[in-house]
């Protein structure tokens, strides 16, 4: 049979999880007072990084929000982008045959027209 281990400590890597673990750190820490193991860390102090737990919660579900409010956004944009896209090409299709002999007329709608050659592709020896 194998012994145990010291245990291993799990950190989440989730920022919320991560947010919520170091307020419990955090109110414990405050509870033990002067009495508080935490205390004798000299690299971190919790009385400077604790009060930052609040607001940096704040701004993780503020950004999580945004995110949520972008896809929302992208995915509405993309419904009537395409409707869109079609109707451009099909208006640059019927002015250039009505415009045939003048294409640059196309540019009165901003539409921008190439008339230069086309590159040939260099041949794959």
């Known amino acids: 049979m194998a012994g145990r281990t010291s245990g291993r400590v799990i950190i989440p890597s989730n920022p919320t999880e991560l947010l919520n673990l170091a307020q419990k750190i955090y ?8 009495a508080s193991p935490l205390n004798a860390m000299q690299d971190y102090d919790w009385t400077v990084d ?8 704040k701004n993780n579900d503020d950004a999580e929000a945004a995110a949520k409010l972008a896809e929302k956004l992208y995915r509405d944009r993309d419904i009537d982008l395409e409707p869109i896209k079609k ?24 539409l921008v027209v190439d008339d230069t050659p086309k590159a040939k592709k260099p041949s794959e020896d």
């Not at 604790?50 to 919660?57: A, F, W």
């Not at 299709?93 to 640059?104: G, W």
């Open 87 to 110: 109707i451009v090409k099909n208006s640059a299709a019927v002015l250039k045959s009505i415009y045939a002999k003048n294409p640059k007329k196309l540019g009165d709608y901003g």
């Open 27 to 34: 109110d414990k820490h405050q509870a033990d007072g002067a």
């Open 50 to 57: 604790g009060p930052k737990i609040v607001p940096c919660k």
